[in-house]
T-cell receptor, first 114, second 113 residues
């Protein structure tokens, strides 16, 4: 079975700090996509960053970057200079070509404190 | 509209009632997905449409769950004879193609009493 695991149910940091959210996945496929989604309280889910498995270069979007370790099947999200608006649930997800569907992790609740 | 919309945003049903949840995808998006998100959990796939064709319904938990997209645009998720375990947020997402970025709606929070 293809699975995505987030081992940190909750994290809390001070504003302006850097925080890293962990994600691991399990698959025998070689071609897949990895995503981090943000779900603010009572608001809809939005895409933060996307990584194609065939690309070695780590994706970056402004303050958000990933550390993609394909051999280790690890896909962590780093948020630099964290802001109060970053407070949300963060979900790691993978689109596996075999299953043709998004598989989500359990989520990490991130709180940025002033 | 510019994004995916869902209605109603909140629904309370008595056990045994039937409910219908609506999703309006982004115009032109061929692919439409339904997910079930239990409290404090990640979304779980329910079903997938490509235009009006339901290509994957492997995630539907029972035959009480039924989804349709008759004209390839608006989709309805119907739950018959609701049970307490059906209480969850139901998310709809659309995309240009099955493996493209999915855009999510705000969800419908269903509470079954």
């Amino acid at each position: 079975a293809q699975t995505v695991t987030q081992s940190q149910p909750e994290m809390s940091v001070q504003e302006a700090e850097t925080v890293t959210l962990s994600c691991t996945y399990d698959t025998s496929e070689s071609n897949y996509y990895l995503f981090w989604y943000k779900q603010p309280p009572s608001r809809q889910m939005i895409l933060v960053i996307r990584q194609e498995a065939y690309k070695q270069q780590n994706a970056t979007e402004n303050r958000f970057s990933v550390n993609f370790q394909k051999a280790a099947k690890s896909f962590s999200l780093k948020i630099s200079d964290s802001q109060l608006g970053d407070t949300a649930m963060y979900f790691c997800a993978s689109f596996f070509q075999g299953a043709q569907k998004l598989v989500f992790g359990q989520g990490t609740r991130l709180t940025i404190n002033p | 509209g510019a994004g995916v919309s869902q209605s109603p945003r909140y629904k309370v049903a008595k056990r045994g009632q039937d409910v219908a949840l609506r999703c309006d995808p982004i115009s032109g998006h061929v692919s439409l997905f339904w997910y079930q998100q239990a409290l404090g959990q990640g979304p779980e796939f329910l079903t997938y449409f490509q235009n009006e064709a339901q290509l994957d319904k492997s995630g539907l938990p029972s035959d009480r769950f039924f989804a349709e997209r008759p004209e390839g645009s608006v989709s309805t998720l119907k739950i018959q004879r609701t049970q307490q375990e059906d209480s969850a947020v139901y998310l709809c997402a659309s995309s240009l193609a099955r493996d493209n970025e999915q855009f999510f709606g705000p969800g419908t929070r269903l509470t079954v009493l």
